[in-house]
């Protein structure tokens, strides 16, 4: 039997103590279990790719085998404690080279009553990935593809800032991997995880 999945539950036989290998089909039996685990693969959403610690005093951290053409679209998701205060912490992909990233910031101070302040920036060397000391996460689309590439961030909180934003990453270059590192100082602790998007 194919799989129903997703347009609807497959509804599966199951054998008693006393079945026979033929009653249900035993064969038959694996076959459907491997076409409906096949279909849940295709449509489980996120599917963790790789988790990373990060060092104490690391000036930079860079995480191979993140991207593959098994997805198009990826999720970073973790913590990232900075030894200096509320210090950036920027991205670069692996094998993008020359000054491709463009983006814009925004950000509030906690506890301030002033406006949100923008931070464009482009034509730059890396990404900004503002502050993550209490979390963060971001998504990255189309990074080991030729095409170019776009990226977009959630809240990611520090000890004064919020911040938001994304850009793009103008390189037909298809990376595998990205390297993260503060703007000033080294990582005072943290752990990263990142997430394949389905294609189904």
């Known amino acids: 039997m194919a799989t129903n999945w997703p347009t ?16 249900p ?28 610690t990060i060092s ?9 085998g993140a991207f593959s053409s098994t997805f198009l ?11 200096v205060g509320s210090t950036t912490v920027y991205l670069t992909l692996t094998g ?3 000054t491709p990233y463009d983006g814009v910031i925004y950000y509030n101070t906690f506890g301030a009553a ?10 730059a060397t890396q990404a900004d990935i503002g502050h993550w000391r209490y979390g963060g996460s971001m998504i990255i689309s189309q990074p080991n593809t030729t095409g170019y590439k776009g990226f977009s961030l959630s809240n990611t909180q520090d000890v004064t800032y919020m911040r938001r934003g994304g850009g793009r990453i103008q390189s037909t270059t298809a990376s595998t991997g990205f390297t993260i590192f503060p703007a000033a100082g080294t990582f005072s602790f943290g752990s990263i995880r990142i997430y394949g998007f389905n294609k189904g």
């Open 8 to 23: 609807s539950r497959d509804t599966f036989t199951n054998p008693s103590s006393s079945s026979t290998l033929d009653s």
């Open 25 to 52: 089909s035993h064969a038959a039996q694996h076959a459907n279990i491997n076409d409906a685990v096949e279909a849940m693969q295709l449509y489980a959403g996120l599917v963790l790719v790789k988790s990373q």
């Open 56 to 64: 104490t005093g690391a000036a930079s951290v860079t995480v191979t």
């Open 73 to 83: 679209d990826y999720m970073i998701v973790g913590q990232i404690g900075c030894a």
């Open 96 to 98: 993008v080279t020359g």
């Open 114 to 123: 002033t406006a949100e302040i923008l931070a464009p920036y482009n034509n």
